[in-house]
């Protein structure tokens, strides 16, 4: 029988809804996030496919900017494929005490994502990235120390489903892509020149709000925009870079609702559930993860949606159309840390 998460204490406020965001603002956000174009004039060709000029274009997505809707323009970097090791871990905290290791652990530069989460003892969920000659574990333990957690659990990826965030604005829908790397080199590391990380440095950074913005990056990297297009598109076809695209923060676009859920799947299942779970365009992320005494549940698939009320719905959904009706939904009610882990700094 479904476990279902105790209500959410956050509420929703006027802020997390942009009011000014028409028809034109949304269609310019689902072709940003998708595949930002790589072009000499990027926003007059994101202009020619909505019906705008160039200069509404930059000043629509300047607007979403301001308001924090776009988070960042840049590349999507796989981190194992960088050589980095990563893991999401979960910490356990007496509540008063939950805020303050929150905001230590933020300092760590390898932490991304830090959630507040509610509906079991772990209470705190965040992602950890660290390059090759440092210890996920030695790392999360000092942490876990330093912050006097009661508990905590590793739980690095055992296999992929699926990972690719995207959001149908103009329907309000989920949009999620299906990027699954191949299992059997996943976690095999891409070497990269000292050339090829000084492009990976560059090309992480958000992008500028010019009408040419490739040029100043091709420029300081010593490349024409065709050279320095070309090795992006071989970053792409080497799963280095998952796509060149914009992130967007996913309440204020509207998608005010995120549910991480956790199934607890037999062991023969385990990979006919978790192409089921990733096949809804509402999952945006899907992995297989360790279990352990405490920690039964092996597979974990993020639903963001326009409500509490659909995630419940979508749940509901991928019970049935996995026969697992073991699962908890985590909500977020705090959003501590959502960045992007700046490589080789």
């Not at 776009?70 to 979960?90: C, E, H, M, N, W």
């Not at 809804?280 to 326009?306: G, L, N, Q």
Request: hydrophobic content about 40%.
């Amino acid at each position: 029988m479904a476990k279902q998460s105790a209500p959410s204490n956050v509420t929703t406020t006027t802020k997390d809804n942009p009011s000014d965001m028409d028809l034109l603002d949304k269609q310019i956000l689902n072709v940003i996030q998708t595949a930002f174009p790589m072009a000499e004039r990027p926003y007059q060709a994101i202009a020619d496919e909505i019906g705008l000029t160039e200069a509404e274009t930059i000043e629509r997505i300047r607007r979403l900017r301001r308001e924090n809707v776009v988070r960042q323009i840049s590349g999507i970097f796989d981190t194992r494929r960088l050589g980095y090791k990563t893991s999401l871990i979960a910490f356990t905290y007496p509540e008063d005490k939950l805020h303050k290791a929150a905001l230590y652990i933020n300092k760590h530069p390898g932490v991304s994502h830090n959630y507040a989460r509610i509906g079991h003892k772990f209470n705190l969920w965040f992602t950890l990235a660290v390059p090759p000659y440092e210890s996920l574990e030695e790392t999360a333990a000092d942490m876990a120390e330093k912050t006097n957690a009661l508990a905590w659990r590793l739980l690095p990826t055992i296999r992929f489903f699926k990972i690719g965030v995207n959001f149908d604005m103009v329907n309000e829908e989920g949009n999620a892509a299906n990027y699954a790397p191949d299992n059997e080199t996943w976690n095999k590391v891409e070497e990269l020149t000292d050339f090829e990380i000084q492009v990976v440095k560059e090309v992480q950074e958000d992008l500028l709000l010019d009408e040419q913005p490739f040029d100043s990056m091709a420029e300081r990297l010593g490349l024409s925009l065709e050279e320095m297009f070309s090795i992006l598109q071989g970053f792409e076809k080497r799963g280095v870079m998952r796509r060149y695209s914009a992130v967007l923060h996913h309440r204020k676009a509207g998608f005010r609702s995120n549910a991480m859920t956790v199934w607890n799947v037999p062991e023969e299942r385990k990979a006919e559930a978790g192409k089921a779970l990733a096949e809804s365009k509402w999952v945006s992320h899907c992995y297989e993860r360790p279990i352990f005494p405490d920690w039964p549940y092996s597979h974990f698939a993020m639903i963001h949606a326009t409500s509490r009320e659909r995630c419940e719905e979508v749940a509901k959904e991928l019970a049935a159309a996995t026969g697992v009706d073991d699962y908890l939904l985590l909500y977020s009610t705090r959003e501590y840390k959502k960045t992007r882990v700046r490589y080789f700094v």
